[in-house]
């Protein structure tokens, strides 16, 4: 069973301030998938990452896939209220179901 | 349609009853996923369709859950005799191709509270 341990489960963090959310397996996967959940809505894709080693940037979040595509890293810098919310990893391989880890629950103070 | 559309957005059954779920995937998608959520975090895969063909069900409770996704007609999931730890969010979410590599774009979900 492939599992995505997602760290931390909880992060309540300054205005302005960087954080870090990482998810890491066992198992390799094809691609990794980030999604950002709002109470009350579905999950939004925020960015795949498929290559080993792959750097993608979204405004001040910064997504890493591990070169040996197990682990993946979300940095946000500077963040805002707005950033608050759920941030979900999910991993893809082959034709199995996404594997989701349990998420991170950010509240961003003003 | 541009999005996936759940109903109802929230749903209260009595335990023991029956509850129906519909999902309209976006328009084009071959694709249907089912996911539980519970404790406001966790998902968990029940069940996939590639167009009205099952796909991958290997996440779904052998006794009371069943879906459907039948041509020109909402993809449903239905459970029966429902128990107190069925109450979740339930999310579908529809993908234009299979699973790897493949956004997933989610409903707004359905809460179920089983009384």
């Known amino acids: 069973t492939q599992l995505l341990e997602q760290s931390p489960q909880f992060l309540s963090i300054q205005e302005g301030e960087n954080l870090t959310v990482y998810c890491n397996s066992s198992s390799v996967f094809s691609s990794l998938q980030w999604y950002r959940q709002e109470p009350g809505e579905g999950p939004v894709l925020l960015v795949t990452?498929?290559?080993?080693?792959e750097v993608k940037k979204l405004k001040r979040l910064t997504f890493q896939f591990g070169d040996a595509r197990k682990d993946s890293s979300l940095h946000i810098t500077a963040a805002q209220p707005g950033d608050t919310g759920l941030y979900l990893c999910?991993?893809?391989?082959?034709?199995?179901?996404?594997?989701f880890g349990k998420g991170t629950r950010l509240s961003v103070i003003a | 349609g541009e999005e996936v559309a759940q109903t109802p957005k929230h749903l209260v059954r009595g335990e023991g009853q029956k509850a129906k779920l519909y999902c309209a995937p976006i328009?084009?998608?071959?694709?249907v996923f089912w996911y539980q959520q519970v404790l406001k975090n966790e998902f968990k895969f029940l069940i996939s369709?590639?167009?009205?063909?099952?796909?991958?069900e290997t996440g779904m409770p052998k006794e009371r859950f069943s879906a459907k996704c039948l041509p020109n007609s909402p993809c449903s999931l239905e459970i029966q005799a429902t128990k107190l730890e069925d109450s979740a969010v339930y999310f579908c979410?529809?993908?234009?191709?299979?699973?790897?590599?493949?956004?997933?774009?989610f409903g707004d979900g359905t809460r179920l509270s089983i009384l």
């Open positions: 990452v498929v290559t080993g080693g």
């Open positions: 999910a991993g893809a391989a082959g034709n199995t179901p996404l594997v």
């Open positions: 369709f590639q167009n009205e063909n099952v796909f991958d």
């Open positions: 979410a529809s993908s234009l191709k299979g699973v790897s590599n493949q956004p997933q774009h």
């Open positions: 328009k084009g998608h071959s694709y």
